[in-house]
DNA sequence: ACAACTTTTGTGAATAATTGACATGGTCAT
DNA sequence: ATGACCATGTCAATTATTCACAAAAGTTGT
């Protein structure tokens, strides 16, 4: 496969879905032909399928996401990308990490080093996403009831899964922050597994997009003082990150 | 939502890709302008994705099997359907299932109502399939490794996980069949799982398609005596079937 | 280094698909 | 019955896609 092909399948491999006219734009450098048949290839090769208008989109697990919760995959994409691009750095080779439900952690898992790591996570669509892409990490799912608007599982016995399950590394993430309550979420069963994973988890990595600071969901799941590590991106107030510094959180 | 655009979206459901062309023969009470009026309602919902030349799919969990091994789900399409939809009359109302991993899993996914079910599954793919289409069954995903090959998780501890789960109907793929070595498969985790499911569950259901008849695989997991039902196509030969009855099997 | 050949890319015409404006016919409340 | 409203169909205008071929770039053997 041609440099060009790669670099257009990984464009819309971020963007999901992409017009004609929007590639023809960002490879300017070739003509629309070009193009085209560029799309046509990796079609063949089930990369991506395309849409009529010139627009095309590639049919994974992202899909899946989309399906229900539809625009809040697409709500502060760019965010999510700026946090999934600098969590991705802090991957090392061979460590055994957890990786949370959300579109957050769905873009991590794409960012992912194909490298001989253990995933585990208890979003299967992010499981199916990384097996499906990726040749070396192993995947662990977490066993439990699939809920309905998180795509996650939660079990009674997630505490026994977890025992025999060394988690170097946790990304989590959170759905809402106040210097107050900590770090909550939405979900009971969530809140729940959450606090397991940040318990047993050597190393725990916040996730959380600029637009959750300062709100309050339901569940408290941490506090400052459990998280190692805070990634967010370039629109967290300086005054919050400040906060965070103080509490002895690296913020990336 | 109409009754043709219902019927559209089922029949895209079930071909999962299909030409315009191909639409307007199957609806040819309605002009192409309606049907493509009915495919942008439907887009708009979000249940299928309009591609060019007319043709269209719609994109879920379908996509995540495909992705991966591709053909395989297309090979033996209406062989398979069949025997789903034989497969789902035989599903009562608030019953405890399994449901094997393969694309006639899959397909019998699709066609399971929409009723009080707790189904549990050791493919991850149909769980988030069942979940995202219908709003009644529980889904209990369960947890380990998930394979590669089969998109389907494995784990130590499955047998853990299956004593506290009591499943009254188990439907349970095979990959071949032979009077001599029973039903085999290709993994050997495959294996160890089905066993432990047939072992369990109160009745088996089998399904298997016509072309997997006579065939053998490295692992035998079951014989004919611990099969209460098995469901096939037109197909298979009269012969086999008979064989299978003359065991004590319900053939269907 | 050169010619012969293959592969890739660009161009524009031919073809096909999609859209949009408008006409028709049906239903329903007034 | 009348007109508003909706679903549907028709056809023309627009736009996208394909096809055929030419130009350019890269490959190979001498």
């Known amino acids: 496969m041609k440099e060009r092909q790669e670099a257009i399948k990984r464009y819309i491999e ?6 004609l006219a929007e590639l023809t734009r960002e490879f300017s450098d070739w003509s629309e032909m070009t193009i085209r048949r560029d799309l046509e290839f990796l079609e063949q090769r089930r990369f991506l399928i395309r849409t009529k208008r010139g627009a095309r989109i590639m049919p994974t697990s992202y899909e899946v996401s989309v399906g229900m919760y539809g625009e809040r995959e697409k709500r502060n994409c760019d965010l999510k990308q700026e946090i999934a691009a600098k969590a991705a750095a802090l991957v090392e080779t061979d460590i055994s990490m957890y990786l949370d439900a959300g579109s957050t952690a769905m873009m991590l898992a794409r960012e992912l080093p194909d490298r001989n790591l253990i995933i585990t996570t208890s979003a299967p669509n992010i499981g199916i996403e990384i097996v499906l892409k990726k040749k070396n990490p192993t995947v662990i799912l977490l066993g439990g009831t699939l809920q309905r608007k998180t795509i996650s599982t939660c079990g009674l016995n997630v505490l026994d899964q977890l025992k025999t399950l060394n988690i170097d590394t946790a990304f989590v993430c959170a759905s809402g922050y106040t210097d107050a309550t900590g770090f909550s979420v939405g979900g009971q069963h969530e809140c729940v ?16 997009d600029s637009s959750k600071l300062n709100s309050i969901l339901p ?12 990634v967010t991106d370039s629109k967290a107030p300086e005054s919050i990150k400040a906060a965070f510094r103080a509490a002895g959180v690296h913020v990336l």
């Open 14 to 19: 971020r963007k999901s879905d992409v017009t």
């Open 219 to 230: 569940f408290t799941f941490a506090q400052l003082s459990d998280i190692d590590t805070i």
């Open 193 to 208: 597994l959450k606090r397991a994973i940040i318990a047993s988890a050597r190393r725990v990595i916040m996730l959380m």
